[in-house]
């Protein structure tokens, strides 16, 4: 895969992808040069796919969002932002955790804000919720550091949904004071037939 970087007028950043592209591995030369835009402040950024040979969409654990769906422009919108930036700053600035529930509310508010004209979509091959609450994930790299456990700096979302595994079943029984017939090995999952009054 090759990455190419231009700068046309406006402010206006194009990085052209060519040859092949494997999402789940091969991305670095493409993570390098977009990261590298967005450190420089760079608002407008086009990804220009014109010139690839293969496109893997086998991309395990990769997430790709897109401004409006196949065959359509996406709008500038009238203000600051476009409406799909418009509303992706919205959402990310709520206090929720799920990429996939964000993006669903951003894709309600384009729709609104343009009547219907622009429906962003995804290409998702995620495995597992990904959680982007700034302040959980700053918590987890400090807890990271502190323990001196670098290797578990991007595990924040397996633990999570991990822990939910664990403790939801067990937290609903006790809220709802019943008896839960089930018991927890070691490394899990919850195992039906032994009973334990929560």
């Known amino acids: 895969m090759a990455v190419e970087t231009r700068q046309l007028d406006g402010g206006v950043s194009v990085v052209t992808i060519s040859g092949r592209l494997a999402l789940g591995g091969e991305t670095e030369k493409l993570d390098a040069a977009v990261s590298k835009l967005i450190e420089q402040h760079q608002k407008k950024v086009v990804l220009d796919i014109t010139a690839l040979d293969y496109a893997d969409s086998s991309g395990i654990g990769t997430l790709v969002s897109f401004s409006t769906q196949p065959g359509n422009v996406a709008l500038d919108g009238d203000g600051r932002n476009s409406p799909f930036a418009g509303a992706v700053v919205k959402q990310l600035s709520l206090q929720d ?42 918590q987890w790299a400090a807890f990271v550091r502190r323990i001196g456990e670098p290797a578990l700096a991007n595990e924040f979302s397996r633990v999570v949904a991990d822990l939910t595994e664990f403790l939801m079943p067990a937290a609903k029984a006790a809220a709802t004071s019943i008896g839960y017939p089930v018991s927890w090995e070691p490394l899990g999952p919850w195992q039906h037939g032994r009973s334990s009054k929560i």
């Open 97 to 138: 955790a799920d990429i996939g529930d964000m993006l669903i509310r951003v894709r309600n508010d384009v729709i609104a804000a343009t009547r219907g004209r622009q429906v962003p979509w995804e290409h998702s091959a995620l495995t597992a919720k990904f959680y982007s609450e700034p302040v959980h994930v700053r």
